[in-house]
Each structure stands twice: as structure tokens, then as C-alpha cells.
């Protein structure tokens, strides 16, 4: 499964939203009914910290701006009002619960 | 917590082998597989395969056969990535991670 990931670069002013596409080359569909779609954010000098799970569950302390929708082989990760330690590299994930996993390439956020 | 602590940052020489330790904490440790993952300087997420953290059992992805092996030692909950015949290509950041993800252990190979 291919992740592919648009765009690979966003600047944001702060407090505007933005959004990221990740389209996946085959549904990420299972036959138990659960879609297996993972948004991680990499900070510059750490590590992937998840911010979503199962398209649209915010992990454990993700701030409620954060956001993820799709089905199928169409996702979006959305930040209502970017902040500024919304920097760093974000990736959406397949495989968690059928492995192996594939990530997107990165998309890279900044402030403007 | 739920938490991930990798072992330190190793400095090998091409040829030699490394074992990057990866203790689990905070849940049973038994019950969710260890993933390892690569990440080359500046580049994206490379997924290298799994350890099935009950029984042992071990996957690896296409590419990190043969030289790469996983182990773990349920006692101390603690995952291990061994990597023989180091080449200076290994130079990477390397992660555990399940859910949640270590804090990366950096392999530099170089003579």
C-alpha cells in the first residue's frame, strides 16, 4: 500500500487553518469495519507523537484542533487554528492493525 | 506512563555489529507487538519490520533481512534490534515504537 501524501510543504499564518491530504493506493478498509488511517506529528529532534488514530480519534492530550476525517483511500488531517508548536513534519500511517506499515512522505508545516 | 526508552547513541565502525535495546513500561508488555522503524538523516519513515512481543516471533521488511534481528526478553520487557556488518548506509535513527514511539537511538557508522 502507497500513502501519498499533498501537499509536501505548507506555511501557515498563525491561527489560520490548514489541512493535509492523504490518499492511500487501495481502501484501508477492514473486514472488521475499523479503517486503518494514523496521523503522527514529528517535532524537530523527536519523535512521531500520534495525534490521531483510526481516521478520526484524537489520542490522549491532542488538542481538540486537531482533527481527522475519510474513508476508503481519501483522508484529511485539519488544524483549525494553527499554532505556533504546530511545527514539525506530519505523516499519516497505515498498517497498525494489519501490518506492514506504510507512512506518507511528510508534510512539512511552518509559520509564516 | 506508556513509554518507550531506547538505549544511547552507538558509534561503530563498518563491519562491527550494534544491539539497540528498547524497554517497555507502563502497560504488559506482552500484548502489543514492537515495531522497528528507520529514519535516515533527513528523510521520511522506513518501516523494517515486527516482533510478535508473546511469542517472539519476528517479520521483517523487504530489505532489512538477513543483517537486522529482533529479539526481545519478556522478563524485563525489553525489545532488542541487533544489526551485523555495519555499513556506513546504517547511519540512521533507529525507533521503536508501538502506539506510542521511543525516543530513537542514533547509529553513526563511520571509519
Known amino acids: 500500500i502507497v500513502l501519498t501524501q499533498t501537499p509536501l510543504s505548507l506555511s501557515v499564518t498563525p491561527g489560520q487553518p490548514a489541512s493535509i491530504s492523504c490518499k492511500s493506493s487501495q481502501s484501508l478498509l477492514h473486514r472488521d469495519g475499523k479503517t486503518d488511517m494514523y496521523w503522527y506529528l514529528q517535532k524537530a529532534g523527536q519523535s512521531p507523537q500520534l495525534l490521531i488514530y483510526d481516521v478520526s480519534r484524537r489520542f490522549s492530550g491532542v488538542p481538540d484542533r486537531f482533527s481527522g476525517s475519510g474513508s476508503g483511500t481519501d483522508f484529511t488531517l485539519k488544524i483549525s487554528r494553527v499554532e505556533a508548536e504546530d511545527v514539525g513534519v506530519y505523516y499519516c500511517m497505515q498498517g497498525m492493525h494489519l501490518p506492514p506499515w506504510t507512512f506518507g512522505q511528510g508534510t512539512k508545516v511552518e509559520i509564516k | 506512563q506508556v513509554q518507550l526508552v531506547q538505549s544511547g547513541p552507538e558509534l561503530k565502525k563498518p563491519g562491527a555489529s550494534v544491539k539497540v535495546s528498547c524497554k517497555a513500561s507502563g502497560y504488559n508488555f506482552t500484548i502489543y507487538p514492537v515495531h522497528w522503524v528507520r529514519q535516515a538523516p533527513g528523510q521520511g519513515l522506513e518501516w523494517m519490520g515486527w516482533i510478535n512481543s508473546n511469542t517472539g516471533n519476528p517479520t521483517y521488511a523487504q530489505g532489512f533481512t538477513g543483517r537486522f534481528v529482533f529479539s526481545l526478553d519478556k522478563s524485563v520487557s525489553t525489545a532488542y534490534l541487533q544489526i551485523s556488518s555495519l555499513r556506513a548506509d546504517d547511519t540512521a535513527l533507529y525507533y521503536c515504537?508501538?502506539?506510542?514511539w521511543g525516543q530513537g537511538t542514533l547509529l553513526t557508522v563511520s571509519s
Open positions: 515504537a508501538t502506539v506510542i
